[in-house]
């Protein structure tokens, strides 16, 4: 694979727990960007990024750990 895993648009975001459609918004107060679950029931939520690609790592990252304890 030549291409940044991270550029490829083509991977989504998904909650790492629910597999629902995460919403990604920049928080006006502290200029950072967050993502965050839909779902009631599941409410996961990641913050206080300084990119929509940070976020977007991070919620990678947070699905490769959630796998390696719930698999
Ligand atoms: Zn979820």
Redesign the pocket.
Known sequence: MSRDYVDDLRWGWR?P??D?DATVTKDPRTETFLWE?P?ES?S?IGFGFSSRRKARIALREYRERYNEIYR
């Open positions: 909650c727990r629910c629902a679950c779902e599941c996961a």
